[in-house]
């Protein structure tokens, strides 16, 4: 904010300012940016200047122009240069559209000489004397090393227990996926690990891949030339915001109609009705946890009318009956449409019963996805899901629902067509084999919960603010942790193998020994004994693929913060500590499977994974190919390009359940009610569903945003979305803070009245520092350990007025409403 910085104007970039390619690396979208970097005591002028244009004539809304969260003075080999980072108009990702947080990279970028982001680490810290004290990396990861070696040979790598991201982005990418994963698939086999979003270590869309079909199968141009753009459980305006401004935007304009189903009204609906016009866009406001059923309405209806793609049918799904029965593994069965019908079939009837929605707009979805045009052509129809079914309600079964429809009508595999996850952060997944880990995976977080476990490595996620059934977790996470605290306390001055020894004492006796790996100290960091400093994208080099499997090299632009270090070369030094301490304990071939680790930089770690499946790949060609990149898979290299794949499965043959006959698979969809455990009996005592979302504003678990004046004093507490009527009766005035509890804990934020909000309903932001809704989410989980986060419910009561921090905050309604 520019009043904030006391900064009313702001260097120019000279013409010989160093340009870097920058990926975005908050969500999925990954747009392009290009990051201006120059001397201190240097300045372009209005008319001779890095963008080439004449910057004392007023620019575009939409051209290139410098705000003052796009500018910040940051280390570069160790001198301190201006920064700006602003979005790239070449990019057809985004083509030069920003958001609220990609552009405020720069901003949020740590600094020695604007102060922002002093909260960052610099230094590998240990627990010692009751407090963390800084140390070198030497003697940090030699700890982690000593009691991890002695823990896994005392009793066996499952006593380790693993929490790790698996995305792209910052934290993740090729590299650092590759280092995670070498270490603890390849040198170890742990398989007591879970994913930085769910409490296990398995996919997010299982019966998607079991029916062959991978998740991120289109390019974001489909937007632009189908017919219909039908999304279920997403607020895309918000969460992949420039795939919805520059690519669904651009197709309502060219004609599409929009369908959207969520219990909630979201301001991409509210979007979607002034581009396209409210005769064109469908709100499906369901009750919550019911997608399965509208979508299996929305196929009988499609099967019923004979607009199912016959031929496409015929030649590329699997025809003779069940193909893969139910079972442990597989909560539906999967195979021929017919098979699938005999569980899918629904009536309007029905469906309206259950959904609480109109028999009408439930045929009016159908029609607008499938009913061919009155020249006979069929419909293209692009559909998209997000977290609103994926930590839902019958997660298996209501997404394998999504894809029956896409398959059904020929949607996979066509251009104005797809079936996707819009996504949440960028991908960049590449590690050895999981397959020991085994389906279904542990639960992870109750097994920490029953005394399992005896070392704790976290990297990258923080689980106090975004895991279930959090307040139990936190509970005994921190009661586990301090009894290691206290036995280092209490052999404080001691030797190095008195610590280890201690340590190990106290693991023994039910405690547990943990180290995190972040940029920040976090909340579950609190816990952590050793804490381990890393350095985001563009602090190193970073690949990454979006939500249209576009890869890209992100470039360094300035130094890691202090000692922090890359994630991957992080692990490469704890792989090579714990050869040594293995070797010492004379334990030679287990000591050898930690070689391989001599990686000097980040580039090191990625020729050694994604570069050895991958060779047409290396960071020399990616740099060239710009913030365009390619889109995976890479299938060549010629003519100085790398080749890349526009969309998935345009040969009808499918693949990502490896089944040699290449056939696509439909899904017995039966619909059962609630399927994780406690659900149903919550909804019924309780009066308010607490729906939990996320807001353009905030980036995940805000934790660079808890330290930018400009994100917190929008939102100084987490915003609860409530039905005024709701408010009256409780007698909560906008901005009060308010408790929701129920049995599994309470949580607290900030009354946010909104006029959409049904009675009854409630929408907080999820992750907050200041008020964790996962403390309210019960510990059931649907089949294969999948949460079921947004389906919680809670009474609520006042427990304090608006504080005066509250008082400039506005309440107005966050429609965009045209004057
Ligand atoms: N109730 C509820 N709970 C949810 C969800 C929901 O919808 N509702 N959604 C779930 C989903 S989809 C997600 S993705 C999760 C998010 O859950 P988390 O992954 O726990 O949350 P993040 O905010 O992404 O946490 C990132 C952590 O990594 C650190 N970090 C950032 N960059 C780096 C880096 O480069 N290296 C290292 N080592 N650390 C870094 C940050 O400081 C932060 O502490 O929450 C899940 N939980
Ligand atoms: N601004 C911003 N963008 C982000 C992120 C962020 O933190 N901030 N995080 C990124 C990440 S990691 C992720 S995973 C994505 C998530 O992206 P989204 O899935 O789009 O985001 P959410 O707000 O978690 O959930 C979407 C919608 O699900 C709805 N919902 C709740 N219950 C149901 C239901 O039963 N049925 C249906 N149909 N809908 C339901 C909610 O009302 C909400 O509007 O966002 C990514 N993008
Ligand atoms: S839409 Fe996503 S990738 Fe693009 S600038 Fe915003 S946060 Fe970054
Ligand atoms: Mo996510």
């Known amino acids: 904010m520019a009043y904030k910085r006391q900064i009313d104007r702001l260097p120019i970039p000279p013409k010989d300012a160093t340009v870097h390619n920058v990926t975005c690396h908050y969500c999925i979208v990954g747009c392009g940016y290009k990051a201006y970097t120059w001397p201190r005591n240097k300045q372009g002028t209005p008319k001779e200047n890095a963008f080439g244009i004449d910057l004392s004539e007023q620019q575009p809304a939409d051209g290139t122009w410098i705000a003052p969260s796009m500018y910040n003075v940051v280390r570069q080999n160790g001198k301190d240069v201006h920064l700006v980072v602003v979005p790239d108009h070449d990019c057809v990702v985004n083509s030069g559209l920003g958001s609220i947080r990609g552009a405020r990279m720069a901003e949020n970028r740590p600094s020695y000489v604007t102060g922002t982001q002093q909260q960052r680490l610099g230094d590998p810290m240990v627990w010692r004397n009751g407090v963390w004290q800084p140390t070198s990396w030497d003697d940090a990861l030699d700890l982690v090393a000593r009691v991890t070696a002695r823990v896994v040979t005392q009793g066996s790598e499952d006593d380790l227990v693993v929490s790790m991201f698996d995305h792209g982005g910052s934290a993740g990418g090729y590299e650092n996926t590759w280092a995670t994963g070498k270490l603890y698939f390849e040198s170890m086999k742990i398989k007591n690990c ?488 919550e909804k019924a005592n309780h009066r308010f569903w607490i729906n939990n979302v996320r807001a353009n504003i905030f980036w995940q678990n805000q934790f660079l945003d808890q330290e930018n004046d400009f994100v917190q004093d929008r939102f100084p507490y987490p915003f609860i979305e409530m039905n005024a009527d709701d408010m009256a009766e409780l007698g909560i005035g906008a901005g009060d803070l308010v408790e929701i509890a129920n049995e599994n804990g309470a949580t607290q934020g900030m009354a946010y009245p909104t006029d959409t909000a049904k009675r009854g309903h409630v929408a907080m932001v999820f992750g907050s520092p200041a008020g964790s809704q996962g403390n309210v989410v019960n510990p059931g989980v649907n089949e294969l350990v999948l949460p079921d986060y947004k389906h919680t419910w809670g009474n609520i009561r006042k427990i304090a007025n608006a504080t005066p921090r509250v008082k400039s905050v506005t309440f107005k309604s966050k429609e965009y409403k045209p004057a």
């Open 194 to 681: 879970r994913i930085h979003n769910r409490p296990a270590y398995n996919s997010e869309v299982h019966s998607s891949r079991d029916m062959g079909v991978d998740e991120l199968n289109y390019a974001y141009k489909d937007y632009e030339v189908t017919d219909t753009i039908f999304v279920v459980g997403a607020n895309p305006l918000e969460t992949q915001t420039n795939l919805f401004l520059n690519h669904m935007v651009p197709g309502m304009r060219n004609g599409a109609k929009f369908i959207m189903v969520d219990p909630r009204r979201t301001v991409t609906i509210n979007a979607a009705e002034q581009v396209a016009g409210k005769d064109n866009v469908l709100h499906l406001a369901i009750n919550e946890g019911t997608d399965m059923v509208v979508l299996n309405a929305i196929l009988t209806q499609i099967v019923d009318n004979g607009w199912i793609d016959r031929e496409y049918v015929a030649n590329n799904t699997f025809q003779n009956g069940e193909a893969q029965p139910l079972d442990d593994g597989h909560p539906a069965g999967l195979g021929s449409l017919d098979y699938a019908m005999e569980s899918c079939r629904t009536t309007l009837a029905q469906a309206a019963e259950i959904c609480g929605v109109a028999e009408a707009d439930i045929a009016k979805a159908a029609e607008w996805i499938a009913k061919p045009k009155e020249d006979g052509t069929r419909r293209k129809c692009v559909s998209a899901y997000e977290k609103g079914i994926i930590w839902g309600n019958d997660n298996y079964r209501t997404i394998g629902a999504m894809v029956n429809i896409s398959l059904a009508t020929g949607n996979i595999g066509r251009e104005g067509g797809g079936c996707c996850r819009l996504g949440g952060h960028q991908e960049g997944y590449y590690r050895p084999s999981d397959a020991h880990v085994g389906r279904p995976a542990q639960y992870i977080d109750q097994m920490l919960i029953r005394g399992g476990g005896k070392v704790h490595h976290v990297w990258a996620c923080d689980h106090h603010k975004t895991t279930l059934n959090a307040s139990e977790f936190k509970r005994v996470h921190k009661r586990r942790a301090d009894m290691v605290k206290d036995a280092m306390d209490a052999a404080a001055g001691g030797s190095r193998e008195q610590l280890v020894d201690a340590i190990v004492g106290a693991v023994n006796a039910g405690g547990l020994f943990v180290v995190d790996v972040d940029i920040i100290h976090s909340q579950i960091g609190q816990n952590a004994h050793v804490i381990l400093p890393a350095c985001e994208a563009n602090e190193m080099n970073l690949t990454s693929m979006n939500g249209e499997r576009r890869l890209r090299l992100s470039e360094r632009y300035m130094d890691p913060y202090g000692n922090s270090k890359p994630d991957c070369l992080i692990a490469a030094g704890i792989a090579q500590k714990m050869e040594r301490v293995l070797r010492e304990m004379g334990r030679d071939a287990y000591a050898d499977q930690f070689k391989g680790y001599d990686w000097e930089t980040e580039e090191d770690a990625f020729m050694d994974g994604y570069h050895k499946g991958n060779p047409d790949v290396t960071y020399e060609r990616l740099r060239a190919m710009g913030n365009n990149g390619v889109q995976e898979p890479v299938v060549g290299f010629s003519g100085g390009k790398l080749i890349g794949v526009e969309r998935l499965y345009t040969d009808g043959q499918f693949t990502r359940h490896g089944r040699e006959d290449k056939k696509a698979l439909f899904c017995a969809a039966g619909w059962r009610g609630w399927q994780a455990p406690g659900k149903a009996r």
